[in-house]
């Protein structure tokens, strides 16, 4: 069965250095999206990506993210200069078209110490 | 104002004792609802979508349904392997045509 996979499962990081969180979504999905969930709290959207560009983004999603599909397969999410607060689990989804589920990959939690 | 509210938030059941978790929102122009379950330290695995009031979805003990302004997830004759957090999520024009706007989600214990 078709799965979204994400790399690393866990990273830990300094404050201010930049990680790069990466997934590969189902072949022949169209839409992408990031969300993340803080510990004990809900998952929240980031970004969503269609058509090689941002087609939405949260209050979250700031100039310190951003997001690339450097070619078919991957779709990463890159944040410049890490906080103590973006330590979270990010979750990347996919979906074939609008309105449909979305799936979504195992996480990678992310810790800033 | 929360948009989905979703209760109760923790629900222990004993192994056999169904029930029903309920998912209220507040959105106008809901374009689909959706239920997925998470385990701990894991991604949500998508369970049904519902798109519109009346409409019912079934799959071994679980069973959705959407009204205009909740939807209910029943549990029937539980067992300990269907312990998991449940989360609600709605697509909206309100909330964003392309993303899905989580509640906070019920945390099932069945205990054998």
């Known amino acids: 069965e078709p799965e979204v996979t994400q790399t690393p499962s866990h990273q830990v990081t300094q404050m201010g250095q930049e990680v790069i969180l990466r997934c590969v979504p189902i072949?022949?999905?169209?839409?992408f999206y990031w969300y993340r969930q803080i510990l004990g709290q809900k998952v929240e959207f980031l970004v969503s990506?269609?058509?090689?560009?941002?087609?939405?983004k949260s209050e979250i999603f700031d100039d310190q993210f951003s997001v690339e599909r450097p070619d078919g397969s991957n779709f990463t999410l890159k944040i410049r200069s890490t906080k103590l607060e973006d330590s979270a689990m990010y979750f990347c989804?996919?979906?074939?078209?609008?309105?449909?589920?979305?799936?979504f990959g195992q996480g990678t939690r992310l810790t800033v110490v | 104002e929360d948009q989905v509210t979703q209760s109760p938030e923790a629900l222990r059941l004993q192994e056999g004792e169904s029930s029903s978790l309920n998912c209220s929102y507040t959105?106008?122009?809901?374009?689909?609802l959706f239920w997925y379950r998470q385990d701990p330290g894991k991604g949500p695995e998508f369970l049904f979508t519902?798109?519109?009031a009346g409409e019912e979805k079934e799959k071994e003990r679980l069973k959705a349904t959407l009204t205009k302004k909740e939807s209910f997830l029943h549990i029937t004759a539980p067992k300990p392997e269907d312990s998991a957090t449940y989360l609600c999520?709605?697509?909206?024009?309100?909330?964003?045509?392309?993303?899905?706007?989580f509640g906070t989600g019920t945390r099932l214990t069945v205990i054998p």
């Open positions: 989804a996919s979906r074939y078209k609008m309105n449909t589920e979305a799936f």
């Open positions: 072949s022949n999905h169209l839409y």
């Open positions: 990506f269609y058509n090689n560009e941002i087609s939405e």
């Open positions: 959105v106008s122009g809901l374009r689909g």
């Open positions: 519902l798109y519109s």
């Open positions: 999520a709605v697509q909206a024009s309100q909330t964003g045509a392309n993303n899905l706007f």
